[in-house]
């Protein structure tokens, strides 16, 4: 049962443009949600996070978008560079879990076209 | 810091073998968890830790494997006996304490296991 998903296994953008990733889940208990970004033989690196009592994080390039009605929540890379080239998992914690218990999605990979 | 630390980076076994994957987590991180990644299902928590005490194991996939945690500054993941399906990336990683919302955890840079 997965239940944080990414529906779009990969996704390509032209440099410059706007990359947008999808996330979608179905735990309503989920009340903060993370973006890591993962390049070849690394390990995950945070991105950025939103909580519930929010619907928009910004920071820099990245803004995430959240749908608490919709349990959707997007990642928005504006302008898209080269570097931004990886691998996105969404992930979902519950403060009814313990917060630091994350469940990620099955990622998406965005590869930017120069 | 020099981050959360696995090894080995590779491994190559033969089925039925036993597999130790190692971690030290970032110092003074009280969580430590273990991860698996695979193109099906993404990174699947195994099992964590927080105290050293495992805390939720529901992710471990069978009894052929394990977890330990002696010390706030080590921690072992082994499979006995290893079989072809456990051939993907092994993931550990570490959290501190926060004061509000969830933290991110920091990875380390994986464990790569093929079973022959």
């Known amino acids: 049962d997965q239940q944080v998903k990414q529906n779009s296994p990969s996704l390509s953008v032209q440099e410059g443009r706007i990359s947008i990733l999808n996330c979608d889940y179905t735990?309503?208990?989920?009340?903060?949600f993370l973006w890591y970004k993962k390049y070849p033989a690394e390990g995950p690196t945070f991105l950025i996070s939103i909580s519930s009592i929010k619907d928009k994080n910004e920071d820099g390039r990245f803004t995430v978008f959240l749908n608490k009605s919709a349990k959707h929540l997007s990642l928005h890379i504006v302008p898209s560079q080269p570097g931004d080239s990886a691998v996105y998992f969404c992930?979902?914690?519950?403060?009814?879990?313990?917060?630091?218990?994350?469940?990620f999605g099955t990622g998406t990979r965005l590869t930017i076209i120069p | 810091d020099a981050g959360v630390i696995q090894s080995p980076r590779h491994e190559v076994t033969e089925m039925g073998q036993e597999v130790t994957l190692r971690c030290k987590p970032i110092?003074?991180?009280?969580?430590l968890f273990w991860y698996r990644q695979t193109m099906m299902r993404g990174l699947e928590l195994l099992i964590y830790?927080?105290?050293?005490?495992?805390?939720?194991d529901s992710g471990m996939p069978e009894d052929r494997f394990s977890a330990k945690m002696p010390n706030a500054s080590f921690s072992t993941l082994k499979i006995q006996p290893s079989e072809p399906r456990d051939s993907a990336v092994y993931f550990c990683?570490?959290?501190?304490?926060?004061?509000?919302?969830?933290?991110?955890?920091?990875f380390g840079q994986g464990t790569r296991l093929t079973v022959v």
């Open positions: 735990n309503s208990m989920f009340d903060y």
């Open positions: 992930a979902a914690s519950s403060s009814n879990f313990g917060n630091e218990k994350l469940t």
């Open positions: 830790f927080n105290n050293n005490v495992p805390i939720d």
């Open positions: 990683a570490s959290s501190s304490p926060s004061t509000g919302w969830s933290t991110e955890a920091f």
């Open positions: 110092s003074g991180h009280n969580s």
